[in-house]
């Protein structure tokens, strides 16, 4: 399977390799202790214009997230000295970009676990190395995000502030803590105050993806959402689930 990879990475890289100058480029931080799969990326990610750094043991990931602080971490979920949702929890308060993770099982729980410690998007191995590179663009496009289209920056509910500009948010007064993907989807559901969002809009606003029936991950970051804005899991009055359909983010008054 790597040797096949191989092949993709290099075939993909060679169609960009010549002239081509990523310097001042997106700060990318692999941390994987498959030397020849980060090697590969690192090739691969580098003639698409980024800038990478290496590091093969997760005992020294956090110290690298928030040293660094690179525009995006790739974060392999198994890793030598300690594993990447441990990584990913310890990391999150010191680190506002994308982190994309990395799972070889394909076990729903390691991506809900990961998603729930911070992780803003995750791939199962083996890679590919186009879709890779989509998936990063686009966390960095969000992670990036210039002003809605329509022209506000800031909303407001009863004692909930939004603010797109500072990508920010406040419950009475106090700062909410948000991951980047976290703020993406709340900013997404409030700026459409009063009308569902299915769960297809959701995805393909978000992640440029199409929603395919079994993925969870919008389901736990609005779990994630809800008591940090104030919102009862068990009978929420802001956030609401509509049956089959998706979620409603319900206006004042």
Same mark, same amino acid.
């Given at each position: 399977?790597?040797?096949?990879?191989?092949?993709?990475?290099?075939?993909?890289?060679?169609?960009?390799?010549?002239?081509?100058?990523?310097?001042?480029?997106?700060?990318?931080?692999? @941390?994987?202790?498959?030397?020849?799969?980060?090697?590969?990326?690192?090739?691969?990610?580098?003639?698409?214009?980024?800038?990478?750094?290496?590091?093969?043991?997760?005992?020294?990931?956090?110290?690298? @997230?928030?040293?660094?602080?690179?525009?995006?971490?790739?974060?392999?979920?198994?890793?030598? %000295?300690?594993?990447?949702l441990?990584?990913?929890?310890?990391?999150?308060?010191?680190?506002?970009g994308?982190?994309?993770?990395?799972?070889?099982?394909?076990?729903?729980?390691?991506?809900?676990? %990961?998603?729930?410690?911070?992780?803003?998007?995750?791939?199962?191995?083996?890679?590919?190395?186009?879709?890779?590179?989509?998936?990063?663009?686009?966390?960095?496009?969000?992670?990036?995000?210039?002003?809605?289209?329509?022209?506000?920056?800031?909303?407001?509910?009863?004692?909930l502030?939004?603010?797109?500009?500072?990508?920010?948010?406040?419950?009475?007064?106090?700062?909410?803590?948000?991951?980047?993907?976290?703020?993406?989807?709340?900013?997404?559901?409030?700026?459409?105050?009063?009308?569902?969002?299915?769960?297809?809009?959701?995805?393909?606003?978000?992640? %440029?993806?199409?929603?395919?029936?079994?993925?969870?991950?919008?389901?736990?970051?609005?779990?994630?959402?809800?008591?940090?804005? %104030?919102?009862?899991?068990?009978?929420?009055?802001?956030?609401?689930?509509?049956?089959?359909?998706?979620?409603?983010?319900?206006?004042?008054?």
């Amino acid at each position: 399977m790597v040797d096949h990879l191989e092949k993709q990475f290099q075939t993909l890289g060679s169609q960009h390799a010549s002239g081509v100058d990523y310097a001042g480029r997106e700060h990318v931080l692999i @941390i994987e202790d498959d030397r020849r799969l980060a090697d590969l990326t690192r090739d691969y990610l580098e003639t698409n214009g980024f800038r990478v750094t290496l590091e093969a043991d997760g005992g020294k990931g956090v110290e690298r @997230i928030t040293g660094l602080q690179p525009d995006l971490v790739i974060l392999d979920l198994m890793l030598p %000295g300690e594993d990447g949702l441990a990584i990913c929890r310890r990391a999150r308060p010191h680190y506002a970009g994308p982190i994309m993770m990395l799972t070889a099982r394909t076990d729903d729980l390691d991506q809900v676990l %990961g998603l729930e410690m911070g992780a803003d998007d995750y791939m199962l191995k083996p890679v590919q190395p186009r879709v890779l590179l989509a998936r990063m663009r686009a966390l960095l496009r969000r992670a990036d995000a210039s002003a809605p289209a329509s022209g506000e920056e800031r909303l407001r509910f009863e004692n909930l502030d939004i603010d797109h500009a500072t990508r920010e948010a406040w419950l009475s007064g106090e700062r909410i803590d948000l991951t980047s993907a976290e703020f993406d989807l709340l900013w997404l559901l409030a700026s459409n105050a009063g009308r569902v969002l299915t769960r297809e809009e959701i995805f393909h606003e978000l992640r %440029g993806i199409k929603y395919d029936g079994q993925d969870r991950s919008i389901d736990v970051r609005v779990s994630r959402i809800r008591p940090k804005i %104030g919102d009862d899991p068990n009978q929420p009055h802001r956030i609401k689930t509509v049956r089959s359909k998706g979620y409603l983010f319900v206006k004042d008054g």
